[in-house]
């Protein structure tokens, strides 16, 4: 089983910043990708950003040039950094990782407990 605990989350004004945090722990021989998603009040899930194995990384338009996801292996650790934010960006953000348990395994996806993060002056 793996865990993963974000923290960061909190209120913000608008054009501000942000930093979001996620702790993996666990069975985890490899990780394939993290990910951070969100989702608004009334609106479904949606991928904010992702990084893989081999660092490429993809962003939602809506953040693009604004957020910036990066990982720690040695801490296990995958960060979002938030700039310019905006009152649209206020949602729980959510930490995915798509870990493969043990050599053999298919990579599986976990999810964190979210963390709120809220835009406003």
């Known amino acids: 089983q793996v865990q993963l605990v974000e923290s960061g989350g909190g209120s913000v004004q608008p054009e501000g910043s942000l930093k979001l945090s996620c702790e993996a722990s666990?069975?985890?021989?490899?990780?394939?990708?993290m990910a951070w998603y969100r989702q608004a009040p009334g609106k479904e899930r949606e991928m904010v950003s992702t990084?893989?194995?081999?660092?490429?990384?993809t962003y939602a338009d809506s953040v693009k040039g604004r957020f910036t996801i990066s990982q720690d292996n040695a801490k296990n650790t995958l960060y979002l950094q938030m700039t310019r934010v905006k009152s649209e960006d206020t949602a729980v953000y959510y930490c995915?990782?798509?870990?493969?348990?043990?050599?053999?395994?298919?990579?599986?996806?976990?999810w964190g407990q979210g963390t709120q993060v809220t835009v406003s002056s």
């Open positions: 990084i893989r194995s081999g660092s490429s990384t």
């Open positions: 995915a990782a798509d870990v493969r348990p043990f050599p053999w395994s298919q990579c599986n996806r976990y």
């Open positions: 666990g069975r985890i021989f490899t990780k394939c990708a």
